[in-house]
């Protein structure tokens, strides 16, 4: 499953929510780990955490570019 970007341009979903969402998918993971380590969705929690992981990366990116872009301008 390819992930899909959940961010545009304009910063609609911002780094908060989507590291909020990264903290929560921890939370359920690290729950499932200790309870059923065998489980078929640990792999997709595990999946989904990476995902959100990237977009984060990606926005932080994005941004610091933006930034450097600007100075570079003046």
Do not use: F, Y
Not at 4 to 25: F, T
Not at 55 to 67: H, K, L, S
């Amino acid at each position: 499953m390819r992930a899909q970007r959940v961010w545009n341009v304009n910063g609609a979903v911002s780094i908060g929510q989507l590291q909020s969402k990264l903290d929560d998918l921890n939370k359920r993971l690290s729950q499932l780990e200790s309870q059923h380590p065998e489980s078929w969705k640990i792999d997709e929690l595990k999946s989904s955490a990476l995902s959100l992981s990237r977009e984060i990366d990606d926005i932080r990116c994005a941004e610091a570019t933006a930034a450097l872009r600007e100075l570079l301008r003046k």
